[in-house]
């Protein structure tokens, strides 16, 4: 063998050697940006989460402190004649009803579908408690067109939303705790 036909030999394989360097090099850059993109994708995940968690469960809050309990009347705004006003009370019930609704939207595109699931659980109750609390509200003020839920009814209506946001705020914990 010739010395110039050796000589290109061993460039060739310093040159390969050099190119499976740069490609195992590469592939471990590679694999390190995935890793940390990954890992910053499910803390960006988990944050917005729990914000959305907290968002629903002070919404639903809010609208609980603005329902009359089972056995308590509602603190309702008075007319100069000392007449219930329900519009003012009826329109603060249509704005934290929404924040509910859309903090269930929120966790349902955010969790799992188990907390999902359990959010969408959590709104309903709270509508159907809401709806059944308004109904008792107007039929006490002289302005009901249907009946009014009675105390027992209510009560239950109260302990099946006390649950539900029990049952949320469990399956949230346990979403988070995952992450």
């Not at 036909?5 to 490609?23: E, R």
């Not at 629903?56 to 219930?84: E, F, M, Y």
């Amino acid at each position: 063998m010739d010395a110039g036909l050796a000589a290109v030999i061993a460039a060739a394989a310093g040159a390969g050697g050099a190119a499976l360097a740069a490609f195992g090099t590469s592939f471990a850059t590679l694999r390190q940006t995935k890793m940390e993109r990954d890992s910053a994708h499910r803390l960006w995940l988990r944050n917005h989460q729990q914000q959305a968690f907290e968002e629903l469960l002070l919404a639903v809050r809010r609208l609980k402190d603005l329902l009359p309990g089972p056995t308590t009347g509602a603190s309702l705004p008075r007319r100069t004649d000392g007449s219930a006003d329900l519009v003012p009370y009826f329109e603060e019930y249509e704005i934290r009803s929404a924040a509910v609704a859309a903090a269930v939207t929120r966790v349902s595109l955010l969790a799992d579908l188990d907390t999902g699931s359990s959010a969408f659980i959590l709104g309903t109750a709270m509508s159907i408690l809401g709806r059944a609390a308004l109904r008792d509200i107007a039929a006490g003020n002289g302005g009901a067109t249907t009946a009014a839920p009675t105390e027992e009814a209510l009560t239950q209506l109260w302990e099946a939303a006390h649950s539900a946001s029990t049952d949320f705020a469990l399956k949230a914990q346990q979403t988070l705790q995952k992450n």
